[in-house]
């Protein structure tokens, strides 16, 4: 792969995987705790200096670079919410079909009524606020808000985007627990070969 796409795809990875983190209150959670596939993701990207929105899917996205290249970006991912509020982000972006660029983040997470807030492993730093829609097998995060760790709102989440698809049972019995990299580095791979 050409230094321009590893670059591609490691900026989309890793900035992407940073990023993230109603009036009723449902019976049940409008999220629980498992393991969901990363459909796509639209996430605001700096890309050649310039800040934009950026969305990649399974199925591929096309986007023309400085150059006027065109390049087709793909993505597989996994979101995992631990019942104890940590979660896992990971991603694999590939560009034009080549080896794929990796982010495996840890976070945490917390859904108050109908709004997931997903940020970094810490909770001492930004949360992005998604409002949560359920369609079908999908669950749909449209961003709304970023918050401090006060909850004050600072600044806009609107655009960004995560389209999740529930995981079968099978799946859901491997752990969120990070005990070592190498350890992660293996369960992620095996985890995105199984999507």
């Known amino acids: 792969m050409g230094s321009g796409r590893v670059g591609m795809a490691w900026v989309l990875a890793a900035g992407i995987g940073c990023a993230h983190l109603g009036a009723s209150r449902p019976d049940k959670p409008v999220l629980a705790a498992g393991k969901y596939a990363v459909e796509s993701i639209r996430s605001r990207a700096q890309l050649d200096g ?70 970094d492993a810490s909770g001492t730093g930004t949360r992005t606020v998604y409002q949560v829609q359920r369609s079908g097998g999908r669950v749909v995060l449209e961003g709304m808000s970023d918050v401090d760790p006060q909850g004050k709102v600072i600044g806009n989440a609107r655009g960004e985007r995560i389209v999740l698809m529930e995981r079968a049972p099978e799946l859901a019995g491997r752990s969120v627990d990070r005990t070592s990299e190498e350890q992660a580095a293996r369960e992620i791979q095996e985890y995105l070969h199984d999507l």
Do not use: Y
């Open 50 to 119: 310039v800040d934009q929105l950026i969305e990649i899917s399974e199925t591929g996205t096309k986007l023309t670079d400085a150059n006027g290249a065109e390049h087709v970006l793909t993505e597989r991912g996994a979101l995992m919410l631990g019942e104890d509020g940590l979660c896992r982000l990971a991603l694999a972006v590939s560009v034009d079909g080549e080896e794929p660029g990796i982010s495996d983040r840890t976070c945490r997470w917390k859904v108050e009524g109908d709004r997931f807030l997903l940020g």
